[in-house]
């Protein structure tokens, strides 16, 4: 079992609609957990972190996290083209661990004008 | 916001040749960086955590003696990739973290390397 995991997609939404983005953990002593996007052929970009559970929302992105279930989601609401990117999820898996992040295989998002 | 440079962008060599890429934290100290590889369509793999002052830490697998990683002040890490074959072709990016602000990491926009 990969410690991170998301649905490769691709996933298309139409511009506006609401993209949602569904990643899960295997570590239950997982503390910080991070969405990234990722341009073609360039470095991801931080979107949102969350610690707690529940939503924390920034402008149109929603970060929700459910520790029990090991479950950490991103939702994108007005969806636009600009948005279409592949996203990743990362999930700090230890305390004290040298290995900081560890990153799902992403999910290729495509807004669909 | 916090900003992280790497340079160069893109290389482009014949095999044998030894590269070195720099990642510098522009606006705060960084005493850990990370270093990561990507070939295409997939995730970012950690090949090794360099720490300011010390040894870097590598993931299993990765070679020590090849990917030479040198952290020789709060805001500059340099990796080398000695004697480079075309199965090093990748994606490098590194990352930093604030000292101060643990969390999250800011990544350097990445070298595209390529070896002919």
């Known amino acids: 079992q990969k410690e991170v995991e998301q649905n490769s997609g691709p996933l298309s939404v139409p511009e506006g609609a609401i ?20 341009y073609s052929g360039k470095s991801p970009e931080l979107i949102m972190f969350i610690y707690s559970n529940g939503d924390k929302e920034d402008g149109r ?14 939702l994108i609401r007005d969806s636009q083209p600009s948005d279409s990117a592949t996203y990743l999820c990362a999930v700090k898996v230890a305390s004290g661990s040298a290995r900081q992040l560890t990153f799902g295989s992403g999910t290729q998002l495509t807004v669909l004008p | 916001g916090a900003v992280v440079s790497q340079h160069p962008s893109r290389v482009i060599c014949k095999s044998g040749t030894s590269v070195k890429i720099e990642c510098r934290s522009l606006d705060f100290q960084a005493t850990t960086m990370f270093w990561y590889r990507q070939f295409p369509k997939q995730s ?22 090849k990917f030479l990683i040198n952290h ?16 090093d072709s990748s994606f490098y990016i590194c990352s930093a973290r604030d000292r101060q602000g643990g969390q999250p990491q800011h990544f350097g926009d990445g070298t595209r390397l390529s070896i002919l």
């Open chain 1, 19 to 38: 993209a949602s983005l569904n990643c899960t953990y295997s570590d239950r002593g997982s503390q910080s957990f991070f969405w990234y996007r990722q």
């Open chain 1, 61 to 74: 992105f929603t970060a929700q996290l459910n520790k029990a279930s090991q479950y950490v989601s991103l």
């Open chain 2, 44 to 65: 970012l793999m950690l090949m090794a955590t360099s720490n300011e002052g010390s040894k870097a830490t590598y993931e299993q697998g990765v070679e020590k003696d």
């Open chain 2, 72 to 87: 020789a002040s709060l805001t500059l890490s340099t990796l080398t990739v000695t004697s480079a074959h075309p199965e």
